[in-house]
Structure formats: C-alpha cells, structure tokens
C-alpha cells in the first residue's frame, strides 16, 4: 500500500506507518472532506465506516454515480529528494488543495465494456474509467465530466478527472475502490498531483505514490494569474531534468520545515516554503512574472509567492485569518492589476475538526 512510504527516511519526526494512517483516515472523516470520499478506502480502514460510526452524517445529498475531486493550485513545493531518501522515485511534491472541484456523473450501459466520455477530448478520463470497471467486473457505460479547473494550466484538473471520475464508477455500483488501485490506473496514464488524498500530502507524482500525509491547510487566499499558453504534464514531466545534490538537499530541508509547519497552521513559514520552491524552479520552467509577483508580494507583506511548477499559474499567499486580510488583499489586487487586470482569487480546503 501507498501508506508504507510515510515511514521512509526522510520523516524528521520518526513517525510510525500506523500513526500516518490513522491521520490520514481522521483527515478523510472531517467534515469537510467527508462528502466527496465516499466508496474510497484509505490504507486498510475505509473512511465510510469511520463515517457511519461517528453519526455525523453530511447534510449532502448524493445521486448513484456523482462524485467530485479538488484541484490544488501549483504545488507548495515540488523537485527531488537525495538520492536513497525514499523508496522509487526521488521527484515529489506537496500539494496546495483548492477549492475548486472537477465533477463525474457515470451512468452505466448493461452489456457494455465500454466507456463513452462527455466532453469528448477527456480521453485520460476514458482510459481510466475503461481499465475501473474492467478491475471491478463492472459494465461499461457513460461518463459525464464538468470541471471548475482550467486545462495545462497546473491546478490538477486532469488529476480531478481521473479521480472524480473513479469515485463516480464506485459509488454507481456502491462498491469499496482502494486508493492503491486509484494511483495504480492513474500510473499508467501520467504523473498524477495526489488529490485522492484529503489535506496536504507530500506525493511522489511519477510513481502515484504516498510519502506522507502532513496535515491540514490553514485558510489561505491565493490571488493568482495566468502567464498564458498551457502545460502538458507528460510532455513537461519526460524533458525535465535532474537536479542537482545541493538543492536535493534543500528540497529534503524545506519539506521537514513542511512537516513542522502545516500542522501548526505556521502561515509564514508555509509562505518562505512555496517561495523559496519558486525560487529554486525558476531556473527549470521560469516563470515571466515572479519577480513582479514578489515585489508585489513584499510591497503588500504578504506570505509569499507560490506557482504552478508544471503550469503556467503564479500565486501570492494571503493569511484569510489575519485581522488585516482586507488590507492585504486590496494591496496585492493593486500592485498585480497594472501587469494582470484579470487576477483570480483561490481559496484553500481546510479541516474543520
């Protein structure tokens, strides 16, 4: 399982498999969470008994084969750890999760194999979708998607797809799909963003694999812009590089801080964290706009700066908590608008236990 890699060396903390898991699944019972996991286990406990045992039912109302899955905007950090620090693949990232959803309506055929997809062009979803109810012994059928994510962008919307539309095909036939078999048919497609997760995770993108879950997000702002053009995934993922021992080493530093900090709810240092991972990215995929967006960000003392490492999105991180979060925020809509007059502003998934 996934969940045997939370263990590996590069944990800071010396945190025990059943430790890592038993957050993972209360992260996946929270209520904010709650709604969009059902027919999804976690390791060897599903989130739907954790559910039904705590009598706190979600006042969502669920129609047989609609699901849902959160984008995640850029990443907090992404690049690759020392060479020996973590079993398969050393490139990982830590996901921002957003609130903003792809959404999956299956509706299954008798007699059928097949899959037909609506839009037409989702063919990662297809695939997917095919190889599930192939696993499952299902049949086949038709698979509606609908997405609040933009395309190449670097919000995870493909991600979204594919696990939306794997909740979709298992709460259609109510049945129990492990995360495991998830990450599995989405390997064989490309890199994948860990949505399937609820919280923050720390997540090997090639491999599909868990490292770590690390906590919740605070409520952050992101006033984001779009550089133009689109990413992707596979294209950008097969022509990057290597990177270098040093900054290996600075990854492996900035995701202990990550470890420290998420579940602290350390806004400032989740903001040097997402800075400095720009920062260091820049040299591989440079972003036009960051030096912009940093001045704008330290014009407006605001946390930092965060991007789309595999996209063409760049962000300034906000405290939505701070007594002067209106202030800030009209700060960077002002120092961003003479460049962009169009920014977005995103908001993070939060727990709420």
């Given at each position: 399982?996934?969940?045997?890699?939370?263990?590996?060396?590069?944990?800071?903390?010396?945190?025990?498999?059943?430790?890592?898991?038993?957050?993972?699944?209360?992260?996946?019972?929270?209520?904010?969470?709650?709604?969009?996991?059902?027919?999804?286990?976690?390791?060897?406990?599903?989130?739907?008994?954790?559910?039904?045992?705590?009598?706190?039912?979600?006042?969502?109302?669920?129609?047989?084969?609609?699901?849902?899955?959160?984008?995640?905007?850029?990443?907090?950090?992404?690049?690759?750890?020392?060479?020996?620090?973590?079993?398969?693949?050393?490139?990982?990232?830590?996901?921002?999760?957003?609130?903003?959803?792809?959404?999956?309506?299956?509706?299954?055929?008798?007699?059928?194999?097949?899959?037909?997809?609506?839009?037409?062009?989702?063919?990662?979803?297809?695939?997917?979708?095919?190889?599930?109810?192939?696993?499952?012994?299902?049949?086949?059928?038709?698979?509606?998607?609908?997405?609040?994510?933009?395309?190449?962008?670097?919000?995870?919307?493909?991600?979204?797809?594919?696990?939306?539309?794997?909740?979709?095909?298992?709460?259609?036939?109510?049945?129990?799909?492990?995360?495991?078999?998830?990450?599995?048919?989405?390997?064989?497609?490309?890199?994948?963003?860990?949505?399937?997760?609820?919280?923050?995770?720390?997540?090997?993108?090639?491999?599909?694999?868990?490292?770590?879950?690390?906590?919740?997000?605070?409520?952050?702002?992101?006033?984001?812009?779009?550089?133009?053009?689109?990413?992707?995934?596979?294209?950008?993922?097969?022509?990057?590089?290597?990177?270098?021992?040093?900054?290996?080493?600075?990854?492996?530093?900035?995701?202990?801080?990550?470890?420290?900090?998420?579940?602290?709810?350390?806004?400032?240092?989740?903001?040097?964290?997402?800075?400095?991972?720009?920062?260091?990215?820049?040299?591989?995929?440079?972003?036009?706009?960051?030096?912009?967006?940093?001045?704008?960000?330290?014009?407006?003392?605001?946390?930092?700066?965060?991007?789309?490492?595999?996209?063409?999105?760049?962000?300034?991180?906000?405290?939505?908590?701070?007594?002067?979060?209106?202030?800030?925020l009209r700060s960077v809509l002002a120092h961003v608008s003479p460049f962009d007059n169009s920014p977005k502003i995103y908001l993070t998934m939060t727990g709420r236990r």
């Amino acid at each position: 399982m996934p969940t045997q890699h939370s263990t590996s060396s590069i944990d800071p903390v010396g945190g025990r498999a059943s430790s890592a898991t038993r957050e993972l699944v209360e992260a996946a019972a929270d209520e904010v969470w709650r709604p969009h996991l059902y027919h999804q286990s976690f390791a060897d406990t599903d989130a739907a008994e954790i559910i039904a045992d705590d009598g706190q039912q979600p006042t969502v109302h669920f129609y047989d084969g609609e699901a849902l899955c959160c984008g995640t905007f850029g990443e907090l950090l992404q690049g690759q750890l020392p060479v020996g620090s973590v079993s398969r693949d050393p490139h990982f990232l830590v996901t921002m999760p957003i609130a903003l959803f792809a959404r999956a309506h299956f509706m299954p055929i008798a007699g059928t194999r097949t899959v037909t997809v609506y839009p037409s062009h989702k063919v990662k979803a297809k695939r997917l979708a095919e190889n599930l109810v192939g696993a499952l012994g299902a049949s086949g059928g038709i698979l509606f998607l609908q997405s609040e994510l933009p395309e190449g962008k670097g919000l995870a919307s493909s991600s979204a797809d594919l696990v939306a539309a794997a909740r979709s095909i298992a709460c259609c036939f109510k049945r129990r799909v492990r995360t495991s078999l998830i990450e599995k048919l989405m390997a064989e497609i490309e890199p994948s963003d860990g949505v399937m997760y609820p919280g923050v995770v720390a997540y090997q993108q090639r491999a599909c694999s868990l490292i770590s879950f690390l906590g919740q997000m605070p409520p952050l702002a992101i006033v984001g812009i779009d550089e133009g053009g689109t990413v992707e995934t596979v294209d950008y993922d097969q022509r990057r590089g290597e990177i270098s021992a040093s900054h290996r080493a600075e990854y492996r530093q900035l995701l202990d801080s990550a470890r420290i900090a998420i579940p602290r709810g350390d806004t400032a240092t989740i903001g040097r964290i997402a800075t400095a991972s720009a920062l260091l990215h820049q040299e591989r995929a440079p972003k036009e706009h960051l030096n912009t967006m940093l001045t704008a960000s330290e014009a407006s003392d605001a946390l930092g700066v965060i991007v789309a490492h595999s996209g063409t999105m760049i962000g300034i991180l906000l405290d939505r908590m701070a007594a002067d979060f209106p202030q800030k925020l009209r700060s960077v809509l002002a120092h961003v608008s003479p460049f962009d007059n169009s920014p977005k502003i995103y908001l993070t998934m939060t727990g709420r236990r």
